[in-house]
């Protein structure tokens, strides 16, 4: 039997249930929880869209602030404070489309590149689109940020909900895919995969597009709950490091791995944050350097470790005892 199928069978009714909590979650929970859960549901978005592209193909990718903020300033265009132009998952699903063409263009031209060459780019991305939209403002439209229509927390929430199920969906089927077959080849061997006759160049500009495109539906949603955005705030780059942080943190060789590791973190960043506003960075920092130092696989993979102690301990009991 396919273990694949097994796999997804045994985490089907825990992924169900989790939905089915999520979902009523506004209808039992206060309005701090359902921020709180708004927010780590942003992350794990940014986390495991991050995945999709370079967890199988090893490319390290730091543009994920300027597809973030993309979204997040096509929202502020189509949604000012003095009135909206389309409705909100009109706006959302365009703010996604941007940012994955943007994505896809952007990956034609620098996907040759490799190693930190790629890495470095790909943050410059991210300071090349500030510097641009801060020259607009200030020279041409003569203002500073922008002010986005205010939506009510249930509905960013439902939203986000609804971009997570999509973006789970879409992972799945692409690691059940030829699609995904031909990006873990391009990961393990990219020349070997050319030989093979995979377009290989193709393969990593779609699935960059792709991951573009939930990263940029995210940042519109957030954009109607901080009402007011300005380059700074949309471009953080934050938004670019922590992603990958969460992803290795959780380990990336599960689907579930991201998405442990984003919402441990983005909890933890919140904590300390309300908890120790002006230390919270200095403790966060140590945090990650403990992860990273003695958690390799990340919390997936020390879970794993865990269970195969607890199995061969119990098998050598049980062979003591007969």
Same mark, same amino acid.
């Given at each position: 039997m ?9 985490f089907l ?23 709180l859960?708004?927010?780590?549901l942003m992350y ?20 994920s602030?300027?597809?973030?903020g ?8 189509? #949604?000012?404070?003095?009135?909206? !132009?389309?409705?909100?998952p009109?706006v ?7 940012s ?16 930190i ?11 090349i689109?500030?510097?641009?939209l ?11 940020g922008?002010?986005?229509? !205010? ?8 939203? #986000? ?24 080849s391009?990961?393990e061997n990219e ?18 597009g ?26 953080n ?12 943190f ?41 992860a ?13 470790k865990l ?13 003591a005892?007969?």
């Amino acid at each position: 039997m396919d273990i694949t199928a097994l796999t997804s069978r045994r985490f089907l009714v825990p992924g169900l249930i989790t939905l089915t909590v999520l979902a009523t979650l506004p209808l039992y929970g206060s309005l701090y929880t359902v921020i709180l859960i708004t927010t780590i549901l942003m992350y794990i978005i940014l986390a495991v869209s991050w995945v999709i592209f370079s967890g199988p193909t090893g490319y390290m990718s730091l543009a994920s602030a300027a597809f973030f903020g993309v979204g997040i300033y096509t929202a502020a265009v189509l #949604m000012p404070n003095t009135g909206q !132009l389309l409705p909100l998952p009109v706006v959302v699903a365009i703010a996604g489309l941007i940012s994955g063409l943007l994505a896809v263009l952007v990956g034609a031209l620098t996907l040759r590149l490799r190693g930190i060459y790629f890495a470095i780019f790909t943050f410059g991305l991210v300071e090349i689109i500030k510097q641009v939209l801060l020259y607009w403002e200030f020279e041409v439209t003569h203002t500073r940020g922008r002010f986005v229509v !205010l939506v009510d927390n249930d509905t960013v929430f439902y939203i #986000m909900l609804g971009i997570f199920v999509a973006l789970m969906l879409t992972v799945y089927f692409i690691r059940r895919s030829k699609f995904g077959l031909a990006l873990q080849s391009i990961g393990e061997n990219e020349e070997a995969a050319a030989h093979t006759g995979i377009n290989v160049t193709m393969v990593k500009v779609i699935t960059f597009g792709i991951s573009a495109i939930f990263m940029g539906a995210a940042g519109a949603i957030m954009a109607t709950r901080w009402t007011y955005i300005d380059p700074y705030i949309a471009f953080n780059p934050l938004f670019s490091f922590m992603p990958v942080l969460m992803a290795i943190f959780g380990g990336m060789g599960q689907l579930y791995g991201p998405v442990i590791g984003a919402a441990i973190f983005a909890y933890l960043q919140e904590t300390l944050q309300t908890t120790f506003p002006y230390y919270y960075m200095l403790i966060f920092g140590i945090v990650l350097v403990v992860a990273i130092l003695y958690l390799p696989n990340g919390i997936v993979g020390l879970i794993q470790k865990l269970i195969q102690r607890w199995r061969k301990g119990g098998s050598a009991e049980q062979n003591a005892n007969t």
